[in-house]
């Protein structure tokens, strides 16, 4: 795929059908499709948002979250307008919702000058969802990678076998988020969508046709997201398809946006839902958006030891050893190691 070309297919009479996220929008010359940056521009696709970026911070790799690989390092995130989906509770709901283009005039060039002048270790494509300009996070990440920067999504997976043949030309790391353990119903009420299927295809068309790093999170909603049952489904399916050392985050939820009236996902339903997911066999379980919980940390599953442990978003004791090996002998599948003196002291303990 050339620079400067966008992923779709013409339809015939000035019609196109875009082909980056499972919705498969079908536009009419001058239409939208309902990301809200992706549009019929006289009988071609055209990605309105390449280049205007919304927002740009950097942050710890651990809070995307990613957990396994090159742990202590730092994103320079950054998003556009606009999303694929349409949660109710979004926390970035001034970004994602937005259905107008906005942001500042950046070149890929320039991201990743920014990048390194923020003293970045990497690029995070997030805060909405990335599918929707994966051809600008492409060549972002290029320009990335000829800086020694690495590139990593946060993303819904709601993509399509043309934007992962795009993502695996320059992505290195994804986390893909479920979801209210991907429920339908709750999919179709609180997210707008009709399916999660296209979710479980991206993960296998990954695995089957990249090199990318997956982690999986998912947001547990209380009450209404939180079923233990669709829980097992899906550690199910991430023990048999992506494999028992795929990293697991169970998230809890808070109040936003259009859903201020449900309350914050108890410790319990974490607790719970990580004792699922090591019940199915999932090696590596996190629990996360809970400060200073046993269970943000990484314990060997040979013998039990703590091996890396966490505050939040840092990394505050890392016990592995050449390899990223326990002192029991067990390989632990955590790429890189923490970067010295980064952030707070980190205890280097034997």
């Known amino acids: 795929m050339a620079r400067g070309e966008t992923l779709y297919e013409s339809l015939g009479g000035g019609r196109v059908r875009c082909t980056a996220c499972a919705r498969y929008c079908e536009l009419a010359c001058g239409q939208d499709g309902l990301c809200g940056v992706r549009g019929n521009d006289g009988g071609r696709l055209g990605l309105r948002a390449y280049g205007r970026v919304i927002a740009g911070h950097v942050d710890p790799i651990e809070k995307k979250p990613a957990v396994h690989y090159r742990p202590g390092s730092r994103v320079y995130s950054i998003a556009t307008a606009g999303c694929n989906w349409l949660c109710s509770y979004c926390q970035n709901h001034d970004i994602s919702q937005r259905r107008r283009v906005e942001g500042a005039e950046m070149s890929p060039r320039d991201v990743a000058d920014a990048a390194v002048a923020a003293g970045a270790d990497g690029i995070a494509y997030t805060y909405n969802e990335p599918t929707i300009f994966v051809e600008f996070a492409r060549d972002c990440g290029l320009e990335a990678h000829r800086r020694g920067l690495y590139n990593a999504f946060v993303s819904n997976g709601y993509a399509t076998p043309e934007a992962v043949g795009v993502m695996a030309e320059f992505l290195d790391c994804i986390t893909v988020d479920f979801k209210g353990n991907a429920e339908p119903q709750f999919m179709r009420r609180h997210i707008g969508v009709p399916d999660p299927a296209p979710i479980f295809e991206t993960l296998l068309r990954i695995r089957d046709t990249t090199r990318i790093h997956i982690e999986i999170t998912d947001l ?27 990293p697991v985050h169970f998230l809890a939820f808070h109040p936003d946006y259009r859903m201020l009236d449900v309350p914050r996902t108890p410790a319990s339903t974490l607790e719970a839902h990580h004792a699922i997911a090591r019940d199915v066999g999932l090696r590596h379980a996190y629990v996360g958006n809970v400060p200073g ?3 943000e940390s990484t314990y060997c599953p040979s013998c039990g030891e703590a091996v890396v442990e966490r505050d939040g978003f840092a990394v505050t004791a890392w016990r592995l050893g050449e390899g990223n090996r326990c002192a029991c002998g067990e390989a632990i599948p955590i790429v890189g190691a923490p970067p010295a003196g980064r952030r707070r002291p980190l205890r280097v303990l034997p």
């Open 220 to 246: 547990v909603v209380p009450g209404i997201g939180d079923d233990p049952a669709h829980c097992r489904r899906l550690c199910e399916f991430v023990h048999d398809e992506l494999g028992r050392d795929t």
């Open 293 to 295: 919980h046993a269970l």
